[in-house]
């Protein structure tokens, strides 16, 4: 009986991972890429908000959000070969990532918050939360599980990894 459960749990929260994973992969794979591009172009091309402060800051470039875009969307791609996702679902998710990213560095920003400064949920939901928004919108509504388990587990996957990369030397 305790068996069975553990094992439904195991498999629901594998299946939502893989169906959260193109927005994992770009959310992280810009600073991967960053190694590659160098500092890059920032997408608030150096505006100031009317707070003084930049719009989104130099951790938010063109190049970054093409490459997170296009990587999450590869992931998908591969797993859609394997009837694991879908094309139209990982491109969304892919580019909602992008967009939430930028939507967290904007109010963090509001709030003073440093680029690169960890600001606790701001750096962990929103690119999940406007990923799983979009999708919701333009390709089909998610069930609330989907929701619930995202708000869970992304804080805890973003922190670990964040740690990971870290220890191997991708972040400072
Ligand atoms: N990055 C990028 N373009 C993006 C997102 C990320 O170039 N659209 C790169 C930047 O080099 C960035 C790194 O990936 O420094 C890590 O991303 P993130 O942690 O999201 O940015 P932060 O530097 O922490 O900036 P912020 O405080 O605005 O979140
Ligand atoms: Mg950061």
Redesign the pocket.
């Known amino acids: 009986m305790l068996y069975q459960s553990l094992s439904a749990v195991l498999s629901l929260l594998i299946k939502l991972i893989l169906f959260y994973l193109p927005a994992y992969v770009a959310n992280g794979s810009?600073?991967v890429f960053?190694k590659i591009y160098g500092p890059?172009h920032p997408?608030d091309m150096g505006i100031v908000f009317s707070d003084g402060k930049r719009l989104?800051?130099d951790?938010?470039?063109f190049?970054?959000?093409i490459t997170?875009t296009v990587a999450g969307s590869v992931i998908g791609l591969f797993l859609a070969q394997i009837g694991l996702h879908s094309i139209s679902s990982s491109v969304t998710l892919s580019l909602g990532a992008?967009i939430g990213?930028?939507l967290?560095?904007f109010v963090?920003r509001r709030l003073g918050?440093k680029?690169?400064?960890w600001a606790p949920l701001l750096?962990e939901l929103p690119f999940i939360i406007v990923a799983l928004g979009l999708h919701h919108v333009f390709v089909y509504a998610l069930p609330l599980d989907y929701w619930i388990v995202a708000l869970l587990i992304t804080p805890v996957l973003h922190k670990s990894t964040n740690e990971l990369a870290k220890r191997i030397g991708l972040r400072s």
């Open positions: 810009p600073v960053s890059g997408i989104l800051g951790g938010k470039t190049e970054g959000f997170g992008m990213d930028s967290g560095s963090k918050f680029r690169g400064e750096d």
